[in-house]
């Protein structure tokens, strides 16, 4: 949903990404789950328990888009928004901060769309 050329932090918070899951072992011998968003750079996370991966990769998803945009970046959007998408709901059960959650919201955060780069 785009305003005047620009799109809403809950749009950004909407977008799909391609999801990579493998289980690795470790230098001690356990084996942890990991998981990252490869289209959004830095993006990852890993435990011993899938769920609780995915948990703190979508609070870090959520996290890295709301610091992206307070720095005045869009984030990569390779996909547009999903209608169904309730990025307050999701914020909520991964944990993110009340703050975070009612930044989203209040909807109310708009960028124009100057794409971040890593390099």
């Known amino acids: 949903m785009r305003l005047e050329g620009r799109l809403r932090l809950r749009d950004f918070l909407s977008v799909p990404y391609l999801l990579e899951a493998e289980t690795i072992e470790l230098a001690d011998g356990s084996w942890v789950k990991r998981m990252a968003y ?4 830095g993006c990852a996370a ?3 328990v899938v769920e609780d991966s995915l948990c703190l990769l979508e609070r870090e998803r959520i996290e890295m888009i709301v610091r992206l945009i ?3 970046y869009a984030p990569v ?3 547009p ?3 169904s998408c309730d990025p307050v709901w999701v914020a909520r059960q991964v944990g993110v901060a009340d703050e975070l959650i009612a930044l989203i919201e209040r909807d109310e955060v708009t ?3 100057k794409p971040f780069t890593n390099y």
């Open 38 to 41: 490869p289209e959004l750079p």
């Open 46 to 48: 890993e435990s011993v």
């Open 70 to 72: 307070g720095d005045g």
């Open 77 to 79: 959007a390779p996909r």
């Open 81 to 83: 928004p999903l209608r």
């Open 111 to 113: 960028i124009a769309t």
